[in-house]
């Protein structure tokens, strides 16, 4: 028998199944050791040594799996075909050597794309040894990041109060998303005009064409300035004759894309189905490990993190019989399709994102996943089905008009496009945010050359120019795969980090910038220029790659990385706090000194009139202060405007009335307070408080939202099968559901207050269903379940805790004793484990966290690494 070690349970089930009896498959649950966070975790003096340390959780896995080695002829490692996944193989190779688990027996590396039998049978007869640059390269980037982030990070504390760390690919990417929103301050709106004509064929057949030429000269956008040059030009065209000087046909065709890569599905998922890159990954990834389909678990799609855009050539030929069967002969095309990838450093060897088998078109599917998989699964079914269909046929008009008054001349042009055959696009629409310009896509009717048109009417319209659009998290990841900042399986867990450190918020899906991450972004701007620069962070990457190409040794690129790295820091170290603020109050001018609607110098205190506003850093972060305190208490929140009469907004404790409670009369206002804006029922210690959640403002609240805010947690309806409310509510970590005690994340603070109850018993139905083994992480779903309680209320389960497995019962939880097998557990221990437990008094092993203050209650974060947390 052998041992076969892959990364989730749910994988361990399924291969086992494939593989039988000669086969014991176990499951790591993602990364088994990681470096500790604390000082002296990787030692630049003693050449990078890495002391790594095993969790309690871990440290249990690896013991079994150390146990079942020792009984066993061989260990196969059957981890995840990426980076991470060759690192984990290594991480449990390491510690199996100094358990002295393996002796002589033979290890082997084997990898698989897809969870379908036939993939694994083919990885299994053809196994390799552990690729050794690939766990060079894991070991430097992880050594960089830790040197970074515990380096870096405790100067930004001690220069910056209130920051709360700095990292390697984070930081350049808040950079851009800062750097952009200093585009957007600076940028200033110019006016300009457009003008049309609405013109008619000799078949009185309308269409519409726009000015490009006056008076002998090309105008370009900007060109028409003012309501009066626009005026001049409308009379003119106003008493013009007008006549068809050329019409153009000309046949153009449009490509499909190749098949999805991570950040690609990312990108299409945020703007075709609104899922945030963390919500795609983590439904990608049990569309991966699969679902049971006829009494068989069967993986939907391959591996999802990915830079590869090729197919393999059964599943090249699999999409043309599908083709073939689902769209007809002519939408098959001569021959195959092949694609290369534009990003930089990708890893080729990877597969694109596909389904396993074609022949599962998304309506047949759909019985057997829930909404979200199903979706996720169409668009990646449609996009690889396209990926190998021909081009689009499109027919492109291009009409050139000429208006005549008198001596005065102008040029007017037509544009219009027909799609001859849809070739692709039957299979794959496109989005309408990757649709061409509207007036390429306009249908023109039958106009021939030399032929009069008739004037219907001439419109003048006043435009101004719109400063570059926010990052959204799909063209945020798009910016860093050109720029080559990240992979694919960190672009995620980036975007994560930012939004729970407060750096930035998302609202309407677009990315904003918060104060701290100004703050933090301008600091290392300012004093660690060179390592938040795009191409220095790309650079590196490259290196990276190479280290995993076995062109560079991996310890060299971080002695070469440390040397400058270290000096600079220390160069830093001796920076006064004043010099740090004046260098920011120069480079965030706009944000700490916005205008004044008075006009007034935004830079003098608007309370005492002679004082200089500047930068402050208190315990809890930044804040805008007067040079004459303690004389001038004046102080506000970084960000928000102060009015020209002295007051500021908010920001001193200064309350606003929103309106009253309509079932208690109590006033409800908006106060500021040390931890920022909240709304208040009532006055004295009762009244009740709601801290405002992530993505809103002070700005934008009024009465409707504040009695939204203060009537949490909401009760949204009694579950149909336990009978038990559930209720809504924010809490310490995000918006949640609370059912049974047991909590559900929402995706927005929007759904608190709009979940019903079939999406509420569907969400919370999700997080019972998913396990610990994906990297997402999450609560575990149940070992066994024993059935209903004798006394009813609910059934009796096992469970794997952070102090091993337990018995369940509603809050009522009994560890297992020492060497008891959560599957042998019957009824009846249970029921003496519980009664015991229960006259002792207590919860039990997986305690509940308590309601917050303002009956909020707030979700206890698991102890439990999930191994897609940890691997990112």
């Not at 078109?361 to 021909?390: F, H, N």
């Not at 610990?772 to 024993?786: N, V, Y």
């Amino acid at each position: 028998m052998d041992v076969v070690v892959v990364e989730s349970p749910a994988k361990a089930k399924t291969i086992n199944k494939y593989l039988g009896r000669n086969y014991k498959v176990l499951a790591s649950y993602g990364h088994v050791r990681d470096l500790p966070a604390k000082d002296g975790s990787v030692l630049p003096d003693q050449d990078f040594e890495m002391s790594w340390a095993v969790d309690s959780l871990s440290a249990k896995r690896l013991t079994e799996i150390a146990n079942a080695v020792r009984g066993a002829d061989g260990l196969i490692l059957a981890t995840d075909p990426d980076r991470e996944g060759e690192a984990i193989s290594w991480h449990v190779l390491e510690v199996l050597k100094q358990k002295r688990a393996l002796k002589d027996k033979p290890v082997s590396r084997v990898v698989f794309n897809a969870i379908t039998k036939q993939s694994v049978l083919d990885a299994m007869a053809n196994p390799r040894q552990i690729d050794a640059p690939l766990v060079d390269a894991y070991l430097a980037r992880r050594a960089l990041d830790y040197l970074v982030g515990f380096t870096l990070s405790p100067v930004l504390w001690r220069k910056l109060p209130g920051a709360r760390s700095a990292g390697r690919v984070q930081s350049v990417a808040l950079r851009l998303v800062c750097d952009r929103e200093a585009e957007i301050e600076r940028f200033v709106r110019e006016e300009y005009w457009q003008i049309a004509a609405i013109l008619r064929t000799p078949r009185n057949e309308a269409f519409e064409a726009r000015l490009t030429a006056f008076e002998g000269r090309k105008l370009q956008k900007l060109d028409i300035k003012n309501e009066a040059q626009a005026g001049d030009i409308r009379t003119m065209l106003e008493g013009a004759t007008f006549r068809a000087v050329s019409v153009e046909a000309k046949p153009t065709r449009r490509n499909p894309a190749p098949p999805f890569t991570t950040s690609t599905l990312q990108q299409a998922a945020s703007s075709r189905l609104g899922f945030s890159a963390n919500r795609t990954m983590q439904v990608a990834q049990r569309l991966y490990e699969g679902v049971d389909i006829g009494g068989e678990t069967t993986g939907l799609i391959t591996y999802m993190r990915t830079d590869g855009v090729q197919m393999a050539p059964e599943a090249i030929a699999s999409a043309r019989d599908a083709i073939t069967r689902e769209f007809g002969e002519k939408y098959l095309p001569e021959k195959p399709r092949f694609y290369s990838t534009k990003a930089k450093n990708a890893q080729e060897a990877h597969e694109a994102i596909r389904p396993t088998d074609f022949s599962r078109t998304p309506a047949s599917v759909r019985q057997y996943v829930d909404a979200d998989q199903a979706r996720l699964y169409e668009l990646v079914w449609q996009r690889a089905i396209a990926s190998q269909m021909p081009a689009a046929e499109i027919e492109r008009t291009t009409v050139e008009i000429e208006a005549r008054n008198g001596a005065r001349e102008a040029g007017l042009r037509a544009v219009g496009s027909v799609i001859r055959f849809d070739g692709f696009i039957a299979a794959y629409t496109v989005n309408r945010e990757e649709e061409e310009d509207d007036e390429e896509n306009r249908r023109l009717p039958e106009i021939r050359a030399d032929e009069r048109l008739q004037k219907e009417a001439i419109n003048a319209t006043q435009h101004s120019t719109e400063p570059p659009p926010r990052y959204s998290e799909a063209s945020l990841i798009k910016k860093m795969e050109e720029l080559g900042i990240g992979r694919p399986s960190t672009y995620a867990a980036t975007l994560k980090t930012l939004e729970e450190r407060d750096y930035v918020t998302i609202d309407k899906r677009k990315l904003i910038p918060q104060s701290k991450g100004r703050l933090v972004t301008a600091f290392l701007e300012s004093f660690f220029e060179r390592y938040v620069e795009y191409d220095f962070t790309a650079a590196l990457e490259e290196k990276l790659d190479e280290i995993s190409d076995g062109k560079l040794d991996w310890k060299q690129v971080l002695r070469d990385f440390w040397k400058d790295f270290s000096g600079a820091v220390d160069d830093i170290k001796e920076l006064r706090v004043t010099e740090v603020l004046d260098a920011l109050n120069e480079m965030l001018a706009p944000l700490v000194f916005p205008e004044r609607e008075d006009g007034s110098n935004p830079r003098i205190c608007p309370k005492c009139g002679n004082g200089s506003l500047s930068l402050k850093l208190g315990k809890y972060g930044a804040f805008v202060g007067c040079s004459n305190y303690p004389e001038c208490g004046y102080t506000r929140q970084l960000g928000e405007a102060a009015n020209g009469n002295g007051e500021e907004g908010g920001a001193d404790g200064g309350t606003k009335v929103l309106g009253t409670d309509p079932y208690t009369n109590e006033e409800i206002t908006l106060r500021s307070g040390r931890f920022g804006p909240y709304v208040q029922r009532g006055d004295g210690k009762d009244a009740k408080r709601s801290s405002l959640p992530k993505g809103w403002t002070a700005d934008q609240m009024d009465h409707e939202k504040a009695l939204a805010l203060l009537s949490l947690p909401r009760d949204v309806g009694k579950h149909p099968e336990t009978g038990k409310m559930i209720s809504a509510g924010i809490g310490r970590y995000g918006p949640f559901l609370l059912h049974d005690g047991g909590y559900a994340n929402l995706e927005s603070v929007e759904d608190v207050f709009t979940v019903g109850l079939n999406r509420a018993v569907s969400v919370i139905a999700e997080k019972a269903a998913k396990g610990r083994g994906a990297r997402g992480g999450g609560t575990p779903a149940a070992l066994k379940d024993l059935g209903a309680h004798p006394d009813g209320g609910g059934n009796v389960t096992v469970r794997d805790g952070r102090y091993g497995p337990y018995v369940n019962f509603g809050k009522l939880n009994a560890t297992l004793p020492k060497g008891k097998e959560p599957a042998a557990v019957t009824m009846e221990e249970a029921l003496a484990l519980l009664a015991e437990r229960a006259a002792k008094g207590g919860g039990g092993a997986a305690r509940r966290s308590k309601p917050a203050a303002g009956g909020k209650a707030a979700p206890k974060k698991t102890t439990a690494k999930a191994a897609d947390k940890k691997k990112a």
